[in-house]
């Protein structure tokens, strides 16, 4: 596998982060444009310490950015952090698509030679 400019550590927190469903919906809200603290807790079941808990992760990798404005904070979306996770997906999208190419040549070929002169 080639070494793309691609921080593993980076792209492991950023899998960590989405891997919860809480923070997906963040991600999800942010996408619509920015909100405050205040509006994205509002979905949520939870104490606002464990809101203000999960915006941590997504900012520490670097998916939202939050901004504080006298007493309101406002979370945005930085969707130029997905680059990272998009290219690892998309190498190993067309690793197996290459890799079921081979694997359909190679199931023509053997019908063809089941199917040819007898």
């Not at 809200?29 to 205040?38: E, K, N, W, Y």
């Not at 998916?63 to 190993?92: F, M, N, Y």
């Amino acid at each position: 596998m080639t070494n793309q400019q691609t921080n593993p550590t980076a792209l492991d927190r950023m899998f960590h982060a989405l891997a919860d469903p809480s923070r997906r919906a963040v991600v999800e809200r942010l996408a619509q444009g920015p909100a405050t603290v205040g509006e994205l807790a509002k979905p949520l079941d939870m104490a606002m310490p464990t809101v203000l808990q999960h915006l941590r992760v997504l900012e520490s990798c670097g998916l939202i950015h939050t901004a504080k404005a006298g007493r309101v904070r406002t979370c945005r979306l930085e969707p130029q952090a997905l680059a990272s996770a998009q290219g690892w997906i998309d190498r190993l999208r067309a690793e197996w698509e290459a890799r079921l190419d081979r694997l359909d040549a190679y199931l023509q070929t053997l019908q063809e030679s089941d199917h040819g002169p007898q």
